[in-house]
């Protein structure tokens, strides 16, 4: 944390090392640029450049340099409604992928608009910070939650209310979300079936619909899946950098469109993110056309 190693007294007995170790660890601290306080999150052994994770103490004491590469993480918040009762599934596939070292990123906090909701029950249950976020959904009220947990990075992952983001074409800008920090996954093929009320089972029963009346028809629709993009003002109209498909068949309806794109939701959210948050995905936060992605990259949607 912040250049140094934790001293064997401060670990857990059960995680405890001693001092003839044959193995280094490194430790994932969590700094809040709020308090000034830091503390251990976690626990990784350090793996040095050509060799394993054990090596012999006086190498290990030779080596301080790498002993304090504690790893800088990017602290990400998420925002999702859920439900009274259920709910926030997607924050939880993030938090389980944090955990398996997919999505390289330390989670924060999660914040829903309900107090003890689906998603504050999933919070408690995987011990992260849960934050209620009420009306009147305002800039101020945001941002003061961006700072309380020392967020860098905003995922709207089913958050169904308004968003206040900084508009950079206005002189002055705009208080409001960092477009370039802030991305959302939309349940669909945008722009199509994106914009103003477009959410949920609302973009399903539109994908269905389409689906059934454009069958044998050029251009016509024939299956659905999630579009990740950055955002703007104005919704969903940020820069898309990410969508999968999976095709429709008879009988789906939108009970079964709403069940494959949620699937693909959870295979790849966390996947893509990843690359947002450490700099992979990136645009200036003013020109969709500044939109860089990795080199070979499969992902952007077609209408890119």
């Known amino acids: ?159 169904l209310k308004l968003v206040p983001v900084s508009d950079p074409h206005k002189d002055p800008p705009t208080p409001g979300l960092d477009p370039k920090r802030s991305i959302n996954i939309h349940p669909g093929p945008l722009p199509r079936f994106g914009g103003g009320g477009m959410y949920g089972k609302k973009v399903h029963e539109a994908v269905w619909a389409a689906f059934e009346e454009e069958k044998g028809k050029e251009g016509a629709v024939k299956g659905s899946g999630p579009t990740m993009h950055f955002v703007t003002a104005e919704y969903d109209e940020g820069p898309a950098f990410f969508h999968v498909t999976a095709p429709l068949e008879e009988g789906d309806g939108p009970e079964g469109v709403a069940k494959k794109v949620n699937e693909l939701e959870h295979k790849w959210q966390a996947w893509a993110t990843n690359l947002v948050v450490n700099g992979e995905i990136a645009w200036d936060g003013k020109d969709k056309k500044s939109l860089r992605v990795p080199e070979g990259y499969q992902f952007l949607p077609p209408q890119h």
Not at 43 to 70: C, F, I, N
Not at 85 to 103: I, M, N, R, T
Not at 117 to 136: D, K, S
């Open 1 to 159: 944390v912040h250049g140094e190693t934790a001293g064997v007294s401060d670990l857990p007995s059960s995680r405890r090392l001693t001092e003839d170790s044959q193995e280094t660890y490194r430790f994932v601290g969590l700094h809040s640029p709020v308090t000034n306080q830091s503390k251990v999150c976690r626990l990784l052994p350090l793996q040095l450049p050509g060799r394993g994770v054990g090596r012999p103490k006086a190498w290990r004491e030779g080596a301080s340099k790498y002993d304090t590469m504690a790893a800088t993480l990017p602290k990400l918040i998420i925002f999702a409604s859920g439900t009274k009762d259920g709910g926030g599934s997607g924050f939880e596939k993030l938090v389980e992928a944090q955990k398996e070292g997919v999505l390289k990123a330390e989670i924060v906090a999660v914040v829903s608009n309900w107090p003890e909701g689906g998603v504050a029950q999933r919070a408690a249950r995987l011990e992260i910070p849960f934050e209620h976020l009420g009306a009147p959904y305002i800039s101020e009220k945001y941002l003061a939650i961006l700072e309380k947990y020392g967020a860098e990075w905003v995922s709207l992952s089913g958050w």
